[in-house]
């Protein structure tokens, strides 16, 4: 199978996303103050949003492989394991420095977009 790590990481990310949603809306409700509790959400969304992005890429790659999609991947990957998970750990730990940490995640996920659209402009 081609990609199958990339496959791998996609539908673990897709687990944690329900798993972290879950957790979110259940055990921590009404036990972080509103603003953390945004954070958190903030993250599932964005780690939601980014799984199922990949998983698109991955079934694009599989009959039409482009030179830049897998930077593309690894960028969203990144981004999401920083943004999110800064944004998680600021939520459940209380250290409002970790929120540092979520603009780079993010400067990551855009520039996978970025990547991506350099990969479809070089496509032929």
Same mark, same amino acid.
């Given at each position: 199978?081609?990609d199958?790590?990339?496959?791998l990481g @996609?539908?673990?990310?897709? /687990? &944690?996303?329900?798993?972290?949603g879950a957790?979110?809306a259940h055990a $921590?409700? %009404? =036990? ?5 509790a945004?954070?958190f959400?903030a993250?599932?969304?964005?780690? @939601?949003?980014?799984?199922l /992005? &990949?998983l698109a890429v991955?079934a694009?790659?599989?009959?039409h492989? $482009?030179a %830049? =999609?897998?930077l ?7 981004g999401m394991?920083?943004?999110?998970g800064s944004?998680?750990?600021? /939520? &459940?730990s209380?250290?409002?420095g970790?929120g ?5 995640g %993010?400067?990551?996920?855009i520039?996978?977009?970025?990547a991506?659209?350099g990969?479809?402009?070089?496509a032929?």
């Amino acid at each position: 199978m081609q990609d199958r790590g990339w496959w791998l990481g @996609a539908v673990l990310s897709g /687990a &944690l996303v329900v798993i972290a949603g879950a957790f979110g809306a259940h055990a $921590l409700e %009404g =036990q972080l103050a509103p603003r953390l509790a945004a954070a958190f959400e903030a993250g599932v969304r964005y780690q @939601a949003w980014h799984t199922l /992005a &990949l998983l698109a890429v991955l079934a694009w790659r599989a009959s039409h492989p $482009l030179a %830049g =999609q897998r930077l593309a991947m690894a960028l969203w990957a990144a981004g999401m394991a920083l943004f999110a998970g800064s944004l998680y750990a600021m /939520a &459940l730990s209380g250290a409002a420095g970790l929120g540092m940490i979520t603009p780079v995640g %993010g400067v990551l996920m855009i520039g996978g977009w970025l990547a991506l659209a350099g990969a479809i402009l070089r496509a032929r």
